[in-house]
């Protein structure tokens, strides 16, 4: 069996495919350990370190204790990336490291030596050949593996041990907070954040529009209050739903084709939903955006936040940084640039300040407020705000904040830009399930079955979900309550 039938076999799994072949030749070292007696940990969550294996004893002929790094490619960008990783690993005279990649390693070339003239030489490498000895050598066990790569996955994401979630949180934002400090970071926002200061999610907005288009248009008397419309609104949300966004994406074609002053009356009546709509019960600088706005502020050790991208139409953040004296720029449009010294947040979207008068050019936002127009930028590749998300994702580290990454164009974005990368470097807050929202509902029982088996199932739960992103490029930074994410904000800025 050689290695390039195993790649093309999987050439059709996108960034998933190399999930599948990291599965695959961490099973092939676990056969080669086994065959010579010598224990092979295929996680190793020592607090220092974050590898993919470890070998006390060593493997094959390279002595141990040995930490095991699985690649796609070893570029030089990765190998910077991992001489600092490593400085702090092999501070133990006796620990040493094995990079293993599918591909042929120049083992020759500057940055190899560089690497190994780092760490004292203790540092090795494994390309195509040393793997294609192993699949020679194994051939039936490997050939048997080849066959069963997925359900190898598979197992390997249920079963992994389900060590203190808060622990490897910790980790995680310890990872955050080096891309951080490296300047070359980005923050991606969603509804959560402007829900955190009592705005209406798209849903609700979508709705109210709608009940307040059909009860102003000559059908009620006089303008009815926001507590009325809510009223109606909760209800048509429980028995007819989806009629709202179909409504809405009549009403958008029509105005759109219509008047200018039929076209500014939609604006209007959106923007007066979205900010008269809002629970005076939060504040407008909820903890959450005074958490990102503080993220924004540049540190003394150059710690700060390359671009803001958000998908919420508000201009709340834009407040709070102007409270802060922030220097900023609000971009909704193509040709729009900020200046060196500005942060630019790009509205992806479209954007609706409440003071329109403060943004000359709003007219030329584009407004994804319907199907249609969500529809026009997703078959857009080179639309500029699809441009502008793939790039942050390609050029920086992203931490999403306030989105589920159920939104199917940011998850086809995603499957792009992880495809030249084998590590994830995007991170995402996610609000844990626990035991009893999943098994309760006012206080009774809705599921049939033992409590472990219950917790058995979340735990598998929540790492195939921790492996679905993965394949996406994301690491997943879960939360039990909303009130958790400004605080882990906090920590990131300050360094853990």
């Known amino acids: 069996m050689r290695i390039s039938e195993i790649e093309e076999r999987l050439a059709d799994y996108g960034s998933g495919g190399y999930y599948l072949l990291e599965s695959f030749l961490l099973q092939l070292l676990k056969i080669e350990a086994d065959s010579q007696k010598k224990p092979l940990q295929l996680e190793n969550r020592r607090s220092h370190s974050r590898y993919d294996a470890f070998a006390p004893n060593g493997i094959a002929d390279v002595p141990g204790p040995l930490a095991i790094e699985i690649v796609q490619v070893l ?274 979207h479209g954007f609706l300040p409440e003071d329109r008068d403060n943004y000359p050019s709003i007219e030329k936002a584009t407004l994804v407020f319907s199907e249609e127009g969500y529809h026009q930028i997703y078959g857009d590749a080179y639309h500029w705000s699809n441009l502008i998300q793939l790039n942050s994702l390609k050029e920086n580290a992203c931490l999403m904040v306030g989105l589920s990454l159920t939104d199917p164009n940011l998850r086809r974005l995603l499957e792009i830009s992880s495809k030249s990368i084998d590590k994830p470097k995007h991170f995402a807050f996610l609000k844990r399930v626990d035991y009893e929202s999943f098994s309760k509902e006012k206080g009774k029982p809705i599921v049939r079955a033992p409590i472990s088996l219950v917790r058995t199932f979340l735990d598998r739960h929540h790492s195939l979900n921790e492996e679905v992103m993965k394949e996406l490029g994301v690491n997943i930074i879960w939360y039990e309550d909303y009130e958790d994410i400004p605080k882990l904000l906090v920590d990131i800025g300050k360094g853990i």
């Open 75 to 348: 570029s030089p960008k990765r190998l910077d990336s991992e001489i600092l990783r490593h400085e702090s690993f092999l501070s133990n005279d006796d620990e040493k490291l094995l990079i293993v990649s599918f591909r042929e390693m120049a083992k020759s070339s500057k940055y190899v030596q560089h690497l190994k003239s780092r760490s004292d030489g203790r540092v090795f490498f494994w390309g195509a050949e040393e793997v294609q000895a192993l699949l020679d050598k194994h051939s039936e066990k490997a050939t048997a593996l080849s066959k069963n790569m997925f359900s190898i996955r598979l197992r390997r994401a249920i079963s992994k041990s389900h060590e203190n979630w808060k622990e490897k949180r910790t980790e995680v934002l310890a990872e955050v907070c080096e891309y951080y400090r490296s300047g070359r970071f980005s923050m991606f926002l969603g509804a959560g954040v402007s829900s955190s200061a009592g705005l209406p999610d798209w849903d609700t907005l979508l709705n109210s529009l709608f009940v307040s288009m059909l009860t102003e248009g000559g059908v009620a008397e006089k303008k009815i209050e926001n507590e009325q419309v809510s009223s109606i609104v909760k209800r048509l949300r429980q028995v007819d739903g989806p009629s709202a966004l179909m409504l809405a994406r009549y009403l958008r074609r029509g105005l759109s084709a219509g008047s200018g002053s039929e076209q500014s009356k939609f604006i209007r009546s959106v923007t007066e939903q979205l900010y008269g709509l809002r629970n005076q019960r939060f504040s407008l600088s909820s903890p959450l955006i005074k958490a990102i706005a503080s993220l924004c502020t540049p540190s003394r050790t150059g710690a700060k936040i390359k671009s803001v991208l958000t998908y919420n139409f508000d201009d709340l953040l834009e407040r709070e940084l102007e409270n802060r004296q922030l220097a900023f720029r609000s971009i909704f449009e193509e040709i729009d640039l900020a200046g060196p010294e500005e942060l630019p947040i790009y509205h992806v």
